[in-house]
């Protein structure tokens, strides 16, 4: 029987065999809260982790403007540019199609596992980068979209 506890030494092992230490931490700390009993903090975490972690993702890319890195004129003048233009209908775009991801995600919790199959294999056999599950499952419902309405 593959109880809570099972599932979360998986993801540990997935996370270590793909060099994927995100997986395996946050795996650990979910597992060490359930041996102490905290389980109480779940539903605090499910609702406010996706926000602290954005916070910070947030954080990480304003650094380079709050160190001087990048200057204010250097930012207006790409933002204006042609690729700015882009980038910033990419980030609508994405903002957008995220929204569905989420959905996805609620209707089906039990997707996550192979969200974090996929981006393993991303990682170790392709060099990709693990930027979120979130990303991972607005493209699939975005292509689950497709699908049902050429097969639905």
């Known amino acids: 029987m593959l ?38 903090f779940f539903p605090m975490l499910e609702r406010r982790s996706l926000e602290l972690g954005l916070l910070f993702l ?4 304003l650094v380079p403007l709050a160190s001087g890195k990048i200057e204010a004129r250097d930012m207006m ?3 204006f540019s042609p690729l700015g233009i882009i980038t910033i209908v ?3 775009v994405a903002t957008i199609i995220n929204a569905k991801g989420l959905e ?9 596992i192979c969200v974090v199959i996929g981006s393993v ?8 980068m693990p930027v979120g599950p979130l ?18």
């Open 77 to 79: 003048k790409s933002i």
């Open 104 to 112: 996805l995600l609620q209707m089906y919790p039990s997707l996550l």
């Open 3 to 40: 109880t809570p506890e099972i599932l979360l030494i998986v993801f540990i092992i997935v996370g270590v065999v793909g060099r994927v230490s995100i997986i395996s931490v946050a795996a650990s700390l979910l597992l060490v809260m359930r041996m102490l009993n905290v389980g109480r």
């Open 135 to 152: 990303m991972a499952t607005a493209i699939a419902a975005l292509i689950i979209s497709i699908y049902e309405k050429f097969h639905g």
């Open 121 to 128: 294999v991303g990682i170790v056999w392709f060099g990709g």
């Open 58 to 61: 947030m954080v990480s890319i």
């Open 90 to 92: 990419a980030g609508v």
